[in-house]
């Protein structure tokens, strides 16, 4: 089936991204780039909010994780993304044997 086999690219590439050391250097690039647009002290304040919201003993980690995972995804900006996409293809490229 389609999914099935999606799954099974996706997994592949994976695979050949922590091989070759390239995930390591994509995560890398995504921490440096959120911390430079200031994403990272968006999130921060954004935490901070929440605890002041429902106080800090009202507060775990599950509930922290909750509330800023979406919003996380939502700030990070588009260059950031077209960027790591960029790399991606280009990683695909270079190993076309896949």
Known sequence: SK???????????NQKLIETG????LKELLRAKLIECGWKDQLKAHCKDVIKEKGL?????????AEITP???????????K?????????LAQHASL
Do not use: C, W, Y
């Not at 999914?3 to 590439?13: C, G, H, P, S, Y």
């Not at 919003?71 to 993304?81: C, E, F, H, M, N």
């Not at 960027?83 to 990683?91: A, D, G, K």
């Open 22 to 25: 390239e995930r390591e250097r």
């Open 71 to 81: 919003k996380g995804r939502a700030l990070v900006p588009d260059s950031v993304k």
């Open 83 to 91: 960027e790591l996409l960029q790399r991606i293809r280009t990683f």
């Open 3 to 13: 999914m099935n086999k999606d799954a099974q690219m996706r997994a592949t590439i």
């Open 57 to 65: 003993e009202h507060v775990t980690v599950d509930d922290l994780v």
